[in-house]
């Protein structure tokens, strides 16, 4: 290690001044951040800062003559008590006294915090008497965390010594209540990260798993057992030697993530935020092309972490028996190798996963089997870890751990706790060599919040929750369909291997599907049942992909999602897979607005394939049907068909077609009411149908009306998900939006009157529309998604061009597309907005001036135009 920065013990404290200070501190930042670089020991640099700052405050508090004060004592709590900081972390001071201060006391107190805030130091500071820390103390278990790490920078150490005496466990919190309150406050911390670390953008000191856990299980073995290191717990017989190396390891690794953010950001935070995590990749010497290494570092966080939890847990156990005495409870025989410790499982022989691999699986069985079963014994979880480490291969290798395999995912409660902690635990990944390369593997986007091993986790959790009765409630369609499923197996084996092939290159979901049937053939399962599995594995997306991007009230999108389909048993089974997917995805990807597009996509293909695909609907008949009960609501309603029949000969048959009777006889109610007025009729219904709020508009049509909507809904924060435009044969618009708040719900009624006066003057003003130019998100701007514009091959029935375009989703989108349309003169007839992350996938349905398909040069001339306004002048 180069020679440590100019030290400030070497200065007389009357030359330590601001400037000084200044000079000082920026000399070690640098070469902090240089032996850092250079890959010095972490905790040398951690420690290195502590020390550096213990002479500097040391020689101010003499500049401020607080030595000459035989009453104070200058304490560092927090981190710092511990003696590790790092870069930009606070300055955790406890300035004690015996007595309270007096006023010039108090104003050289306060000359010296100021300066050390001159300084740029984030520092906390308090000044108590040792009564007055005890008091507090006693009522938060944070300070009183802080009080017992404390530790003297300067001072007098009487003070110090008073305090220690007074924060004894014999006194102050005895070492079970602190045990208690410190688990306590974990699960707490943990709740508010909902319990896992595995999130797009964790926090590297409080997320489960991270430092803050570490950080409880030194409180807690310090308070108990005196322990002032991780290594001493060693000798306590808390940790084994492999153990302790595990946890430093694990804990250097997350210290050099939070030295190189500090230094990325300049400032202390401990959120890996999504625009910080390349810097930081760099920093700590991940390298590759694109998004490697951020993949690489995110990867080993989520590694590290899960270990971090696996560890404190077990420790958190251990001690709740050295502290709290629980360690015999109940103990119940399961099976002769298995028994039950209150309401955890343990083994009976300490060998037993060694000279039996296929008990690890007869393990999670009998968490199955046994619903009072909350979690394993330490020592069984401690033996598991071990196990797990000297297998030879895969557990899937051996036939006897495959038939046990298969009994688990046929258990009824197979996919509950006993698959989570499969996954929690690395068995997973030590069954089968596929599992165990997506363990951390990111997802580098923003559509998906979770690696690739956590979000296929919570899918197989959404599918088991399906069949409870919360399921019931929030998903009824998928309730009523996985209750009756024959083997629901099969369903949890496609969830399984949906996304196996992440991270390899290639197609993801053909790889994937190769893997599945391989793994079905080799559990024997049969091979109609296993192409099943590899099929829904290959198609996991179709369902989507077709109900948000496409037109599901086209018969021919229909007859083509059905011959994909085949049957209703390929049907049930990829419905409940697409809604678990879509639902593990983010915490809030779905939406009543997905859920309707996903049922009318399910009930419309199970009607065509009931029908048989070689009779295409009727569409005439349909048409009459629709017209009917539209007639038959509007006379309920006190609406005569003599005065809607001269309106409805002004409509097309394509707008009876594609629009249900309500929506027929709501549009008609209105319009009669609105008379020949010239102003546009905007309604929003009060009732949201299809998930998202029904905006309709009847208005003389004119040229960039959808851009002008847009524009308008963009101004009110609202986002469009489906846009259906049609002309009157007299050229009235006749236009149906769904749109929805940025939090998915529909318009909030208290908005739905001044949105509807808001874009009827949108509408009556013909200039073009006033666009608003906004930055993207930091998250956004990590992305370089370029604008890409395919086109279909006109429908059949319909003669329309359908264009797709894939872009980046950014403030006042639609607008700008709708802008561009207008420009190249297109009749714009449908559209389907869909946000991934942070890109659009967008579906527009198009003719030209002459209501007749694109010609490839008008393609060549939209895609060029659309490609410029949203690659270069639509930048901001």
């Known amino acids: 290690m180069d020679a440590s920065p100019l030290a400030p013990a070497l200065f007389p404290p009357d030359q330590l001044s601001l400037a000084t200070c200044k000079d000082m501190l920026a000399r070690l930042q640098d070469w902090l951040e240089q032996r850092f670089h250079a890959g010095d020991d972490i905790m040398e640099l951690v420690a290195t800062r502590s020390q550096h700052m213990d002479q500097l405050l040391t020689g101010l508090w003499q500049r401020f003559g607080l030595d000459r004060d035989a009453r104070l ?60 820390c005890v008091e507090e103390g006693e009522k938060d278990i944070t300070v009183a965390t802080n009080l017992i790490e404390a530790r003297l920078i300067t001072g007098c ?10 924060t004894a466990p014999d006194r102050f919190w ?57 290594s001493e717990m060693v000798s306590h017989g808390f940790l084994t030697r492999a153990e302790y190396r595990e946890l430093l390891d694990c804990q250097n690794f997350l210290w050099k993530l939070r030295f190189a953010l500090h230094l990325v950001i300049r400032r202390a935070d401990n959120r890996l935020l999504f625009d910080r995590q390349r810097a930081v990749a760099t920093a700590l010497g991940f390298a590759g092309d694109g998004n490697e290494p951020v993949e690489q570092m995110m990867k080993r966080f989520y590694q590290t972490v899960r270990r971090v939890a696996e560890l404190n847990e077990m420790l958190l156990q251990l001690f709740d028996e050295a502290i709290l005495g629980h360690i015999a409870m109940d103990v119940r025989m399961l099976t002769p190798e298995f028994r039950l410790r209150g309401r955890l499982i343990d083994v009976v022989r300490p060998d037993l996963f060694k000279q039996e691999p296929a008990a690890i699986l007869r393990l999670f069985y009998q968490i199955a089997a046994h619903p009072q079963i909350s979690g394993i014994y330490s020592t069984t979880l401690r033996q598991l870890r071990d196990a797990r480490r000297r297998l030879p291969g895969f557990l899937c290798e051996r036939a006897d751990c495959r038939r046990l395999f298969m009994m688990l995912m046929r258990h009824p409660r197979g996919s509950d706790l006993a698959l989570t902690l499969m996954h929690r635990y690395g068995i997973l990944a030590a069954y089968f060599p596929q599992w165990s390369k997506i363990v951390g593997q990111m997802q580098f986007d923003m559509f998906h919040a979770y690696p690739v091993d956590e979000h296929t986790h919570r899918l197989l959790k959404n599918i088991y929750l399906f069949r409870e009765p919360a399921g019931k409630r929030s998903h009824p369609l998928c309730h009523e369909i996985s209750t009756r499923l024959r083997k629901p197996e099969l369903l949890y084996l496609a969830a399984l291997f949906h996304d196996i092939a992440k991270g390899r290159g290639g197609d993801h979901s053909e790889l994937g599907a190769e893997d599945a049937l391989d793994f079905c053939l080799q559990h024997d399962l049969d091979k109609s049942d296993a192409r099943l ?11 989507s992909v077709t109900a948000q991007r496409r037109d599901i009230y086209d018969p021919d999108v229909i007859r083509e999602f059905a011959t994909q389909v085949r049957d209703e048993l390929h049907l049930d089974y990829l419905y409940c897979l697409t809604v678990a997917d879509i639902c593990a995805t983010n915490d809030h990807l779905w939406n009543d607005w997905k859920g309707s597009l996903l049922r009318e996509l399910y009930f419309a293909t199970q009607k065509a394939l009931r029908l048989g695909l070689e009779n295409p609907p009727d569409l005439r008949l349909r048409i009459r049907e629709n017209k009917l009960q539209a007639r038959q609501l509007l006379e309920h309603l006190d ?24 929506q027929i006889a709501w549009h008609s109610r209105h319009i009669l009411a609105h008379g020949d007025s010239r102003r546009p009729l905007v309604q929003i219904s009060q009732q949201p149908g299809r998930g998202g709020s029904e905006l309709f508009i009847y208005s003389p049509d004119s040229p960039n009306l959808f ?46 009157s001044d949105l509807c006066h808001s874009l009827s003057e949108a509408l009556l003003d013909t200039a073009p529309p006033a666009i608003r130019r906004r930055p993207p998100s930091r998250r956004h701007r990590e992305f370089d998604v370029r604008t890409q514009v395919s086109f279909l091959q006109p429908q059949r029935l319909t003669k329309r061009t359908l264009m797709e375009l894939v872009a980046l989703d950014t403030p006042g989108l639609l607008a700008r597309i709708g802008a561009v349309f207008s420009r190249q003169s297109l009749n714009l007839h449908a559209a389907k907005i869909t946000t991934i992350g942070e890109r659009v996938e967008d579906f527009f349905s198009l003719t030209n001036s002459e209501d007749r398909p694109l010609s490839e040069q008008e393609q060549a001339q939209l895609r060029e135009k659309l490609v410029d306004e949203l690659n270069q002048g639509g930048k901001i």
């Open 73 to 132: 004592a200058l304490v560092a709590v927090g981190g710092y008590g511990r003696g590790e900081l790092h870069p930009y972390s606070d300055i955790d001071l406890l300035i004690l006294s015996k007595a309270p201060a007096g006023e010039e006391l108090g104003e050289r107190i306060g000359a010296f915090i100021t300066l050390l805030w001159d300084l740029r130091l984030e520092v906390g500071h308090s000044v108590r008497s040792v009564a007055e």
């Open 157 to 166: 150490y009487d003070t110090f010594a008073a305090l220690t005496r007074a």
């Open 174 to 230: 005895p070492s079970q209540a602190f045990f208690e309150a410190k688990r306590k406050e974990q699960e707490e911390r943990h709740r508010q990260f909902q319990d896992t670390s595995y999130k797009l953008e964790p926090d590297i000191k409080s997320s489960p798993g991270g430092l803050r856990d570490i950080q409880t299980i030194s409180w807690v073995a310090r308070r108990h057992f005196g322990a002032a290191t991780l």
């Open 533 to 543: 599995v590899s099929w829904l594995v290959r198609q996991h997306l179709l369902m």
């Open 639 to 662: 609406t005569s068909y003599e005065r809607v029949k001269p309106l409805w000969a002004r409509f097309t048959a394509d707008y009876f077609l594609r629009h249900t009777p309500e």
């Open 707 to 752: 851009g002008r909507v847009a524009a308008a809904l963009d101004q009110k924060n609202l986002n469009i998900h489906d846009a259906q435009i049609m002309t009157s044969k007299d050229g009235y618009a006749l236009d149906t939006f769904i749109v929805l708040e940025p939090d998915g719900q529909p318009v909030s009624g208290d908005r739905l």
